[in-house]
């Protein structure tokens, strides 16, 4: 029994988290996994976090009782609000079902499952080309099948919007979209406004399925609402259910909490929460019971207590503003050292993360001559430089585009 199960290759993000952390050189550098990082390349604990647990602390309520199914009550109706808007009609008209998660890939899960057990129009869930690895994986795993659309053009760094297009027309019918609501990873390559109007219009006509996947709203530009626009907008103008898969493991720090919520918004004139509510706290019974009750707790404060609120908001323009720093210092240096190509793009890009352009090779001789670690697609979690480590990874980049 047991002995035919394969050995198979760990996960490729995790497993080059393992040779970083194995690697003695004292001037190694992660650009892995998209894990915010301080100017001395350490995990923040966001002050506003801080702050929030010691409210928790001092609170003699506080308890590690069970949590109900559906999650902290605070923190999902919170948790809501941010991402739909405080004045958001969906909300006001009670046609929003949400419940707790654990963090994105566990909201990603649900909605999976969701789709799996009563959305019969499609089994097809359209992932952007290139997109975030486990997107697959978390489908397929029920049972979905996944394709892609058009999403990077590689020659001009930037968006295909043109193929994007094509692909939503092209579709069958009540397909399932997932699509980044800011701070696309791994591109970091955000359709403008008016992209994202033409896009959700053509998910419109062709009656398709969207999935909000939001786990960097704050990160992209710094602002909540700016960060929303695009899911806003959509719940403004679409006439099918939308679905939202919410983390706040990057945006409060809090990724080993796993914190974050799965929403199905319905359109107007719909009134089947509690039913949708009723199945997604069943599915959570059968899968973990319920959720873990921490980082919801925290995550709640941050959202709700007004102080906390404010300085949670500084926090997020801390971050984004730290990393676009050394997304313009990359670029000056790369630019300086004269090094091939036009690397523009590392500026333009936004959120976590840099889709460089690197090769295979040169991501593979940047971790191996340089102790340099990047995803081998060329992603660089740009949350790992800091004007310590820029102008050994700019002279190194230099050094493997030239080799
Ligand atoms: C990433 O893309 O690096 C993060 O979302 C972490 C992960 O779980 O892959």
Known sequence: VFSEVPLIPGDALFALKSRYLKDTRAHKVD????????????????????????????DPEFNHEYLPLNGFAPFVEAAAKVILGEDSSALKEERVASIQTL????????????????????????LSAPTWANHF????????????????????????????LKDIENAPKGSIFVLHACAHNPTGLDPTRDQWIQILEAIKKNNHLPLFDSAYQGFASGNLQNDAWALQKGVEILESPILICQSFAKNAGVYGERTGAFHVVLPKNSNNTKAISSQLAAFTRSEFSNPPAYGAKVVAKILTVPELRIQWEKD??????RIYKQRVALRDLLVQLDTPGNWDHIVNQQ????????????????????AIYLASNGRA?????????????AKSIDEAVRF
């Open 31 to 58: 650009l892995g996994i998209g894990a915010y990082r301080d100017e001395n390349g350490k995990p923040w604990i966001l002050p506003s976090v801080k702050e929030a647990e010691k409210l928790l602390q001092q």
């Open 103 to 126: 963090s994105g890939t566990g909201s990603l899960h649900l909605a999976a499952r969701f789709i799996k057990t009563f959305y019969k129009q499609s089994e097809t869930v359209y």
């Open 316 to 321: 997020l323009i801390t971050m984004s503003q």
């Open 351 to 370: 959120g976590m993360f840099s889709f460089t352009g690197l090769t295979k090779s040169q991501v593979a001789r940047l971790e191996t001559e340089h």
């Open 381 to 393: 979690s740009v949350a790992g430089l800091n004007e310590h480590n820029v102008e050994h990874v």
């Open 137 to 164: 994986p978390v489908f397929e795993v029920l049972g979905l099948k996944t394709a892609t659309y058009s999403y990077w053009d590689d020659v001009n760094k930037s968006l295909d919007i043109e193929n994007y």
